[in-house]
C-alpha cells in the first residue's frame, strides 16, 4: 500500500521560506513522475513542480525561479524548497506520485495523493 505523507507547512510572512517534504511509503514505482501540487478552497488544483525518474523538472510559471523540487530515490522522499514566498503562494499543498509514464512533462493522472500540509503567507 502507498502512503505519502506531507510535512513542513506553515505560517511565514511574505518573503521567507519553507521547505516541503514528502516520505513515500510502498512506493516502487520510482521511474516515474512524482509532484507537488497547490490548491486553494474554490479553485482549482494546480501543478507546482514535477521530477520524473531520470530527474527531468518542469515548474509551473508562477513559480518564477522561486521554489526548487528534489527528490531522494533511496526512500523515496520528495521535497520542495520555496523561497520568496508571496501571500498568493498560501494553499494546501499536496504531494503526488504516479504509477505509469506520463511523459517528459509529468502531465497527466497521479494516482497516489498525500493528506496535505497548510502553507499560509501573511503580507
Known amino acids: 500500500q502507498v502512503q505519502l505523507v506531507e510535512s513542513g507547512g506553515g505560517s511565514v510572512q511574505a518573503g521567507g521560506s519553507l521547505r516541503l517534504s514528502c516520505a513515500a511509503s510502498g512506493y516502487t514505482y520510482r521511474r516515474y513522475c512524482m509532484g507537488w501540487f497547490r490548491q486553494v478552497p474554490g479553485k482549482e488544483r494546480e501543478k507546482v513542480a514535477s521530477?520524473?525518474?531520470?530527474?527531468?523538472?518542469t515548474y509551473a510559471d508562477f513559480v518564477k525561479g522561486r521554489f526548487t523540487i528534489s527528490k531522494d530515490n533511496d526512500k523515496p522522499t520528495l521535497h520542495l524548497q520555496m523561497g520568496t514566498l508571496e501571500p498568493e503562494d498560501s494553499a494546501m499543498y499536496y504531494c503526488?506520485?504516479?504509477?505509469?509514464?506520463?511523459?517528459?512533462?509529468?502531465?497527466?493522472?497521479?494516482?497516489?495523493w498525500g493528506q496535505g500540509t497548510q502553507v499560509t503567507v501573511s503580507s
Open positions: 521530477i520524473d525518474g531520470d530527474g527531468r523538472i
Open positions: 503526488a506520485a504516479a504509477d505509469r509514464w506520463l511523459g517528459y512533462t509529468c502531465t497527466g493522472v497521479y494516482i497516489y
